[in-house]
T-cell receptor, first 117, second 113 residues
């Protein structure tokens, strides 16, 4: 069975600080996909990134960066120079590549990030 | 390009009633998935429809059902509502059936009293 764990329930930082959100996953499959979503107070889950299990190259997109390490089953997300608008709940999710899984996402518990001015 | 549209946004129902929620996916997307979000259980997968066929189902009782129409619009139905069904119901739209990015609507907030 697949599982995603986000051990940090809440994180509070001051604007311009860097913050890293941790994600650890479990799966028996060798091919899978990892995602990060952001949920602002409006409720809509906003897609941030998707990575497949064969691509461990880390990625930077503006103030966002992701660190995928298969050896430790982790897919961490860093926001550099945080801003108040980054305040939201962030979810890490896993999707297995088998036919029966379809587009099914298994989500972590979420991390509430609060960026204070 | 319009995003995923869910209606209604808010709903209050009484125990024992039934409810139907609607989701219009992004134009061209053929996969629609439904999720339930509660403070206690988090985000849980309900089911996925692709080309009008249910392709995957989560661990929910038979009171939860859904369908997809030929235009990819989807509805989910919950019968004999219980207090525990109070939740945010989110619909996700994907182009393909597997592992493509899912784009979510703003959800329907259902309150059962």
């Amino acid at each position: 069975a697949q599982k995603v764990t986000q051990a940090q329930t809440e994180i509070s930082v001051v604007e311009k600080e860097d913050v890293t959100l941790d994600c650890v996953y479990e799966t028996r499959d060798t091919t899978y996909y990892l995602f990060w979503y952001k949920q602002p107070p409006s409720g809509e889950l906003v897609f941030l990134i998707r990575r497949n299990s064969f691509d461990e190259q880390n990625e930077i997109s503006g103030r966002y960066s992701w660190n995928f390490q298969k050896s430790t089953s982790s897919f961490n997300f860093t926001i550099t120079a945080s801003q108040v608008v980054d305040s939201a709940v962030y979810f890490c999710a896993l999707s297995e590549a088998r036919e029966t899984s379809g587009s099914r996402l298994t989500f972590g518990e979420g991390t509430q990030l609060t960026v204070n001015p | 390009k319009a995003g995923v549209t869910q209606t209604p946004r808010y709903l209050i129902k009484t125990r024992g009633q039934q409810v139907t929620l609607s989701c219009s996916p992004i134009s061209g997307h053929r996969s629609v998935s439904w999720y339930q979000q509660t403070p206690g259980q988090g985000l849980q997968f309900l089911f996925e429809y692709f080309s009008e066929t249910q392709r995957n189902k989560g661990n929910f009782p038979g009171r939860f059902s859904g369908r997809q129409f030929s235009n990819s619009r989807s509805e989910m139905n919950v019968s004999t509502l219980e207090l525990g069904d109070s939740a945010l119901y989110l619909c996700a739209s994907s182009f393909g059936h597997q592992n493509t990015e899912a784009f979510f609507g703003q959800g329907t907030r259902l309150t059962v009293v």
